[in-house]
C-alpha cells in the first residue's frame, strides 16, 4: 500500500512524496484511517515510526 491509497489532497501527497516516504509504517496504516473519520484514538509503536504524523493530518483539515 502508498499514501495515495488514503486518498490525501493532491499537496499532501506531495509533500510526502518530497519528503522521500513511499510507503506507510504499520502504525501510519492502521491510525491514519480513524484519523481521517475524525475519531480519537491511542497508539502503541517503536520510536521513530512516524506516529506524530497523524497529529499533522489533523491540522491540515483531516478528521474534523
Do not use: C, W
Amino acid at each position: 500500500m502508498s499514501f495515495e491509497n488514503f486518498n490525501f489532497h493532491p499537496s499532501i501527497v506531495a509533500g510526502i512524496r518530497a519528503l522521500g516516504y513511499v510507503t506507510p509504517t504499520p502504525i501510519q496504516l492502521q491510525s491514519i484511517p480513524p484519523i481521517m473519520q475524525g475519531r480519537d484514538l491511542i497508539g502503541l509503536a517503536r520510536t521513530g515510526t512516524s506516529k506524530n504524523h497523524g497529529e499533522i493530518l489533523k491540522g491540515e483539515g483531516y478528521g474534523r
